[in-house]
């Protein structure tokens, strides 16, 4: 269970819940709030049982959060087609995190049937909304043909959008793309500058990729074994950020 992702949800409710009904008073009961209370403090089922209660009386942020509940078993036994039937519901109210995780739940067949072309769909629907996660996402579709027709033009568009938004899985796919051609120019300096921002965001595959770049000398770069010591250390997590590189 990624409780993680849970949390990173409901703080992502911030700027939907401007969309929702404020209660009237301090002394109001919000449903959605005391159940995000409830979360915090640990009383998952409590929590689930207030968002349930907030679903039922149509406020979208409570189907956001009672999919997420579902789909990570917080405070309810993990149950992916229920997930996907309030992810839905969030969705075509327009939430992006629901049509980005709906998305995800047609990419895997988890609740539902497996279904790539419905997948890009709701990835569109949230990329379309400037939610990165999901500009990411469509980005790989279209390097694969998956769902979509093969377009690498248009994947490295997506993944450009993601990256400007600091989203280290899109600035490693960019690097990748610039390494091999792929949709832009071979660029070997720019691939280079992305894999260095995505492993310095902390993405293990960038920072693995630059532990063997270092190793053999790739992309131009000079043969330094204490850089890619540095870098394959970071990978393995023995160091963090705050150890510079040498």
Aim: hydrophobic content about 45%.
């Amino acid at each position: 269970m990624e409780t993680a992702r849970l949390i990173g949800v409901a703080l992502g409710l911030v700027l939907l819940a401007a969309a929702a009904a404020a209660p009237a008073s301090a002394t109001e009961a919000d449903p959605v709030d005391q159940g995000l209370a409830a979360y915090g403090a640990g009383r998952f089922e409590e929590a689930v049982r207030l968002w349930r209660q907030a679903a039922e009386a149509g406020d979208t942020r409570a189907y956001l959060l009672l999919a997420a509940a579902y789909d990570n078993g917080v405070g309810v036994e993990e149950d992916p087609a229920e997930a996907a039937r309030w992810y839905e519901r969030a969705a075509r109210r327009g939430v992006p995190e629901a049509q980005y995780n709906l998305g995800l739940l047609y990419q895997r067949g988890r609740g539902v049937a497996r279904d790539l072309g419905r997948a890009a769909f709701w990835f569109e629907k949230a990329a379309e909304a400037g939610y990165a996660p999901a500009q990411n996402s469509l980005g790989v579709l279209y390097t694969q043909g998956a769902g979509v027709p093969k377009d690498p033009e248009k994947a490295v568009d997506w993944f450009q959008k993601a990256a400007a938004q600091g989203h280290t899985g899109a600035q490693f796919n960019l690097g990748y793309m610039y390494m091999k051609g792929e949709g832009v120019d071979r660029d070997p300096v720019f691939a280079r500058q992305y894999f260095h921002l995505a492993a310095e965001g902390g993405n293990r595959p960038a920072q693995r990729f630059l532990a063997q770049a270092y190793a053999k000398g790739w992309l131009g770069l000079p043969r330094d074994p204490a850089k890619a010591r540095y870098w394959r250390r970071r990978a393995a997590g023995e160091i963090g950020p705050d150890e510079p590189p040498p």
